[in-house]
């Protein structure tokens, strides 16, 4: 299976699922009003990723910014990884990059990881320029 790699766009964030490292990235903001078809070849692809895959994954948010509709699809990203968890016995570590002064940002990733207790869920804030 070939990676996924996204590039970033004035509405949607830069896509980078390694298949090699097993490190996949999500980075910049996600505000498309058409998040819908943004994300779907994203959870597509990573439904057969995980249908094969039986070893440790590490997902990276790194988001600046993101609407409502991009929230459902991480929400819904975050389920297949811990469908995996449960399913696969398997560790998957998720990163949450923030800015240290972004409350809200720092508030979504608290309320990701109280929502799946089976991931290896770090909230990471640091100054970010």
Same mark, same amino acid.
């Given at each position: ?11 949607? !964030?830069?896509?980078? @699922? ?5 490190? @996949? ?15 779907? !070849? ?31 699809? @991480? ?45 290896? @869920? ?8």
């Amino acid at each position: 299976m070939d990676s996924l790699l996204i590039k970033r766009e004035k509405y949607t !964030p830069y896509v980078s @699922f390694d298949v090699n490292t097993r490190v @996949f990235n999500i980075e910049g903001e996600s505000y498309s009003d058409d998040s819908d078809t943004f994300y779907q !070849p994203i959870t597509k692809w990573l439904k057969s990723y995980l249908a094969t895959n039986k070893k440790s994954v590490t997902l990276n948010f790194k988001l600046k910014y993101f609407n409502t509709r991009s929230s459902r699809a @991480f929400f819904e990203i975050l389920e297949l990884l811990e469908e995996h968890v449960i399913h696969k016995n398997t560790k998957v570590i998720v990163n949450w990059y923030t800015n240290v002064k972004d409350v809200d940002i720092i508030e979504d990733g608290e309320n990701y990881k109280d929502s799946f207790d089976h991931l290896s @869920f770090n909230i990471l804030s640091q100054h970010l320029v």
